[in-house]
């Protein structure tokens, strides 16, 4: 059974230092307001996972929260690059961050083994690329029945995984829809997970192309509305694409975000 | 009417497409170039987002590929895993629309590292997303790109997805299943692989463009096809389709 | 994108003799009316291929369609033996009915392989059952990171699926909800496929739970209601149990059953 | 009240269940005995079907686990492959709750054939169904089955599901995670595996029941328990329960 408490409570109960923490989310339902509270909650040394690290990626690492990313796409969606996310692979500013980067159906892949049991995934991928080169992870696997060799990439299994749905009722049942990315995988492969809520209500009533994970199957559930912003949760709000273009000339400059990071530091947590 | 080298190139891209192909479309100048096409020519094209979407009928460009409007106006949406696994991989899609950030003579796609080593490069570019599997497993690729001597290179920094390799033959030698790179859309002109050898080569320049243009613009001693043909500028109707897209995703 | 058309035509042009065919259908919504008609046209020496062949497999294995099956668990529910099948591998009557069996995980799997484009799949499976001496379709598999043994199986792709939908649109655009089985896994493992559904309806509107198969991923839809009787279609059909029990007195005698036969060979086709 | 052994067995089986369990339920015997506790002791079980039904909460029996009443009032209805590859194989379930047509002494499961040899079978059955994997992946295994001398057995004829196999340490030995077989309730008693053998053990016997009556019925030399039990016989609340459920199905 999911406890519904407070966010701060659940990311001080959940998340350690030098945890692997997925906080998942396709461009839709990003828990950016999660992630604010692990800043300011100085957690050091994570695993950052995530297929599409964006924003609130490039902030904990520019916050030093993170030792390690693993990822598949790295940038500010439809505006250009992470500088943060730059800055500490190009420069080690404000920590070295190591990287662990896979392709798309790579990560999805990983996930799936993740959230099936299975120590390892079978895909067709990263053929004739650099990839295999610079990833250890990656390896060829041979189909025992008809010899053919096809790509094999391990079990992701965080020790948290972090997203933002629509609802949950009291119970801690979750419900999301519209675009749902990786989130299902990303909490079922998690030890731990905590997920974020527009709200809390009475009764999950059907919703089209919703999907449902069950108060067992997660950890800790915390009502944050607006938790997702700048992205959006598809029913409650609108992505704010002016954030993510005004993310940029922040993050370019380190004495601008560090003025951005004090004011996040100060923020009464949700 | 005028238009700049950046509306001829979506406009050039998306007459790439027609009828009712499935197009698994990259964002930025590939949306554009494919939902262009659906409003105008190619009203019954099938866009694939990686985000989930299956048949996605956007009325103004999406700002990334989880714009809500993809989801909303899709005939299926399905998850990130699905659409790999199930969709991609198969070889269900005819062609992949992708960018660039760096393409080499052979087709091969940089979108990781360029200059320095991996470990230390000059510049950190966001990585492969769902790029590698889509240029392996689409019927064909196209590739959409802004062309500069530093983005149109003998040999890309470091391969992110792989087009023709060192050459013809490379693919089938990989058990690669689709062509590969079959097209490639410049602000400049329109590249082809050579049957033969699979190196790109200039088989259309865009109108108002001059060979020497695409020379200096080409980081190899660029072949050119023996009939080159010449894009027609932008129709009235294009262009107004376009800017209207792009209108209406301000 | 899918034609429509008639159940017959649909049958005629997609199933030849000698075909590895999947009627697909997890007690809800089997595509029974397409099995009469195959029986109807004659066909001979198909591989059948099913999680939980039921009482439109007993008909057409002892109208003699079938010189293989592949499958899970083969039985009347709620009832008990599927007596057709027993005589076909207790007596070779019809014909001979040679059969490839393995566990509901590992079948549901190789749809999923198929549906995926890979040769095969991953599972824990079959661990100390004696199903790995009888099949020869698993085989052990080493995590090439863990180096841990895992069992793999083989991709089913069959040349024909067929699956029996609630709606589909004039598009050929196909909707099913309620349980979805494993009907669309089998459906895009199959290099051809036929869907009968209730209806066709002008526009699909969203159904909460519902999932849609485009067009382009389906080659002929037709119309059909009650095409799944004596299963059900949820939101247009009750399931039938009557008829599941009536059906046990009818398999057990080769009589019953010759005269059940005639009547559906006379009936005329949807 | 007066009650049939198979009342007395679905009483007790259901009594077997309690809390906020998990439980992976069979069709038949399991699932009479999973919704009975559901709807008496236990109503917070979780029900998952292998139809692909997380938290089912039928109001009477389900025909088949495919009946629509599964779907209709579960927390979330899934695909028959994430049923088995998200949900089962993990380990997320407490209790697999099987039936058998042949059970041997060490808690192996037949139900594919009977006598004969596999490809000349005296009695063909249904086969695996998801039994298998269940018995593999659940934290613990229940096995509901009528006992008698022909399917309580020295050693299955085919071990379909595999329970302790020849006995201590063969589920460790081949990396099974979850413990296997760890209570069989019958229309005559309940048995447990010996901690130090995983041989079956007689536990308790229902009311009514002598102990020569369950050695008729077991095709071993069958042990007892030092401090044997008696079940309880089922209270009338329970009796009614059961009764309703199976009228509500009709």
């Given at each position: 059974m999911a406890e519904i408490g407070t966010?701060?409570?659940?990311?001080?109960?959940?998340?350690?230092?030098?945890?692997?923490?997925?906080?998942?989310?396709?461009?839709?339902?990003?828990?950016?307001?999660a992630g604010h509270e692990i800043i300011r909650q100085g957690r050091r040394d994570l695993t950052l996972v995530r297929m599409t690290p964006d924003i609130v990626y490039d902030q904990l690492i520019g916050a030093g929260c993170a030792r390690k990313l693993v990822f598949s796409w790295g940038g500010n969606p439809g505006v250009g690059s992470l500088h943060r996310f730059r800055d500490a692979v190009q420069n080690s500013w404000p920590v070295p961050l190591e990287i662990e980067e896979h392709s798309h159906a790579g990560m999805a892949n990983r996930y799936v083994a993740g959230a099936s049991g299975l120590p390892f995934a079978v895909l067709r991928g990263y053929v004739g690329t650099d990839l295999p080169s610079v990833t250890a992870t990656i390896k060829?696997?041979?189909?025992?029945?008809?010899?053919?060799?096809?790509?094999?990439?391990?079990?992701?299994?965080?020790?948290?995984?972090?997203?933002?749905?629509?609802?949950?009722?009291?119970?801690?049942?979750?419900?999301?829809?519209?675009?749902?990315?990786?989130?299902?995988?990303?909490?079922?492969?998690?030890?731990?997970?905590?997920?974020?809520?527009?709200?809390?209500?009475?009764?999950?009533?059907?919703?089209?192309?919703?999907?449902?994970?069950?108060?067992?199957?997660?950890?800790?559930?915390a009502e944050v509305p607006g938790g997702a912003h700048p992205s959006y949760a598809q029913g409650y709000s609108e992505r704010d694409n002016a954030y993510y273009a005004a993310w940029d000339p922040i993050s370019r400059d380190r004495e601008e975000f560090a003025n951005w990071l004090r004011e996040v530091r100060e923020e009464v947590p949700a | 009417m005028t238009y700049t080298s950046d509306e001829m190139m979506a406009v050039a891209a998306a007459r790439a497409?027609?009828?009712?192909?499935?197009?698994?479309?990259?964002?930025?100048?590939?949306?554009?170039?494919?939902?262009?096409?659906?409003?105008?020519?190619?009203?019954?094209?099938?866009?694939?987002?990686?985000?989930?979407?299956?048949?996605?009928?956007?009325?103004?460009?999406?700002?990334?590929?989880?714009?809500?409007?993809?989801?909303e106006t899709a005939d299926a949406v399905i998850s990130v895993p699905e659409v790999f696994n199930y969709w991609l991989q198969p070889g269900r899609i005819d062609v992949g629309f992708l960018g660039a950030a760096q393409l080499d003579r052979f087709g091969n796609i940089n979108t990781t590292v360029i200059g320095g080593d991996y470990h230390h490069p000059k510049v950190r570019l966001p990585g492969a997303g769902g790029a590698p599997e889509i240029a392996a497993s689409c019927r064909e690729v196209y590739v959409v790109v802004r062309q500069t001597s530093r983005s149109f290179v003998e040999r890309v920094d470091f391969v992110t997805s792989f087009g023709h390799g060192t050459g013809k033959g490379d693919r089938e030698r990989l058990g690669l299943r689709g062509a590969g790179p079959t097209l490639v859309i410049t602000d400049l002109g329109v590249f082809r692989p050579d049957p033969d050898t699979s190196e790109l080569v200039l088989t259309d320049l865009h109108e108002g463009v001059a060979l020497d243009d695409v020379r200096a613009a080409t980081g190899w001693d660029v072949k050119v096809a023996p009939e080159l043909g010449r894009t027609p500028p932008p129709t009235a109707e294009e262009l107004s389709a376009l800017r209207a897209l792009k209108e209406a995703s301000k």
């Amino acid at each position: 059974m999911a406890e519904i408490g407070t966010l701060a409570d659940a990311v001080g109960e959940l998340i350690a230092d030098g945890d692997v923490v997925a906080l998942e989310g396709f461009t839709h339902l990003i828990p950016t307001a999660a992630g604010h509270e692990i800043i300011r909650q100085g957690r050091r040394d994570l695993t950052l996972v995530r297929m599409t690290p964006d924003i609130v990626y490039d902030q904990l690492i520019g916050a030093g929260c993170a030792r390690k990313l693993v990822f598949s796409w790295g940038g500010n969606p439809g505006v250009g690059s992470l500088h943060r996310f730059r800055d500490a692979v190009q420069n080690s500013w404000p920590v070295p961050l190591e990287i662990e980067e896979h392709s798309h159906a790579g990560m999805a892949n990983r996930y799936v083994a993740g959230a099936s049991g299975l120590p390892f995934a079978v895909l067709r991928g990263y053929v004739g690329t650099d990839l295999p080169s610079v990833t250890a992870t990656i390896k060829p696997i041979t189909c025992p029945f008809t010899g053919e060799e096809l790509t094999a990439v391990p079990a992701l299994n965080p020790d948290v995984t972090v997203i933002h749905a629509q609802r949950a009722d009291r119970d801690g049942n979750v419900q999301l829809w519209g675009l749902l990315g990786v989130q299902k995988e990303a909490v079922l492969a998690a030890r731990r997970s905590l997920v974020t809520v527009e709200e809390v209500v009475d009764e999950l009533t059907p919703v089209p192309g919703a999907i449902v994970l069950p108060s067992w199957a997660v950890t800790k559930v915390a009502e944050v509305p607006g938790g997702a912003h700048p992205s959006y949760a598809q029913g409650y709000s609108e992505r704010d694409n002016a954030y993510y273009a005004a993310w940029d000339p922040i993050s370019r400059d380190r004495e601008e975000f560090a003025n951005w990071l004090r004011e996040v530091r100060e923020e009464v947590p949700a | 009417m005028t238009y700049t080298s950046d509306e001829m190139m979506a406009v050039a891209a998306a007459r790439a497409l027609s009828g009712r192909q499935r197009v698994f479309v990259g964002i930025g100048l590939p949306s554009t170039a494919a939902n262009l096409a659906r409003r105008t020519h190619a009203p019954d094209l099938v866009l694939v987002y990686e985000s989930g979407t299956l048949g996605s009928k956007p009325d103004r460009l999406p700002a990334s590929i989880g714009d809500g409007i993809l989801a909303e106006t899709a005939d299926a949406v399905i998850s990130v895993p699905e659409v790999f696994n199930y969709w991609l991989q198969p070889g269900r899609i005819d062609v992949g629309f992708l960018g660039a950030a760096q393409l080499d003579r052979f087709g091969n796609i940089n979108t990781t590292v360029i200059g320095g080593d991996y470990h230390h490069p000059k510049v950190r570019l966001p990585g492969a997303g769902g790029a590698p599997e889509i240029a392996a497993s689409c019927r064909e690729v196209y590739v959409v790109v802004r062309q500069t001597s530093r983005s149109f290179v003998e040999r890309v920094d470091f391969v992110t997805s792989f087009g023709h390799g060192t050459g013809k033959g490379d693919r089938e030698r990989l058990g690669l299943r689709g062509a590969g790179p079959t097209l490639v859309i410049t602000d400049l002109g329109v590249f082809r692989p050579d049957p033969d050898t699979s190196e790109l080569v200039l088989t259309d320049l865009h109108e108002g463009v001059a060979l020497d243009d695409v020379r200096a613009a080409t980081g190899w001693d660029v072949k050119v096809a023996p009939e080159l043909g010449r894009t027609p500028p932008p129709t009235a109707e294009e262009l107004s389709a376009l800017r209207a897209l792009k209108e209406a995703s301000k």
